[in-house]
């Protein structure tokens, strides 16, 4: 890796840790708490036979969904409207950059939650009566990160059409201007 990419690395993870975790600890969280709680208590699956039946598969899903709108926002972002446009909100460019870096980081965290969770590692860890409440804190935090990453994904879709609409405002302005 050379020296620039790892300062770019180093201020993703500043900006993460300084303001880019509070996206994440917002008004929604209430509501991805309340419905983790309740899959946790609801679903009637073991963790594993969860994770092998449909959440990986849902999670595959929801990353390539994300890494392609991912695609067209970065194409979006490298465009002259959209450089002026993020030239006037706080953080510029880099903000919009890192913000889809963490809807992807969150859909990387659910993959490997819910990957363990199919290697079997939940259930034979913490088998039986004695384990019950720590079992079910892990499901219910499995289910949290699941349910904050549909939301992610969502943001990468709405993002990526929000560029896409101030993309074309910014160039009507312009065409405005110099008419």
């Not at 990957?115 to 034979?124: K, M, N, P, Q, W």
């Not at 549909?150 to 312009?174: H, N």
Request: charged fraction near 20%; charge should be neutral.
């Amino acid at each position: 890796m050379k020296k620039s990419e790892e300062m770019e690395m180093v201020k993703y993870w500043k900006w993460f840790f300084r303001n880019g975790y509070k996206r994440f600890y917002d008004k929604w969280l209430l509501f991805h708490v309340l419905v983790s709680f309740l899959l946790a208590g609801v679903v009637p699956l073991s963790l594993y036979e969860a994770s092998k039946g449909l959440l990986l598969p849902t999670v595959g899903i929801l990353i390539g969904l994300s890494f392609a709108w991912s695609g067209n926002a970065l194409a979006l972002l490298s465009t002259d409207e959209i450089q002026e446009f993020t030239g006037y909100h706080d953080g510029g460019i880099a903000e919009y950059a890192y913000v889809l870096l963490s809807s992807i980081l969150s859909l990387i965290v659910t993959l490997v939650g819910w990957g363990l969770a199919g290697l079997d590692i939940f259930d034979s860890v913490w088998p039986g009566d004695s384990c019950v409440l720590t079992y079910y804190f892990i499901k219910v935090f499995l289910y949290l990160i699941l349910s904050v990453s549909i939301r992610e994904c969502w943001s990468v879709v709405m993002g990526t059409q929000m560029l896409l609409l101030a993309k074309v405002e910014v160039a009507r302005r312009k065409k405005e201007k110099n008419s």
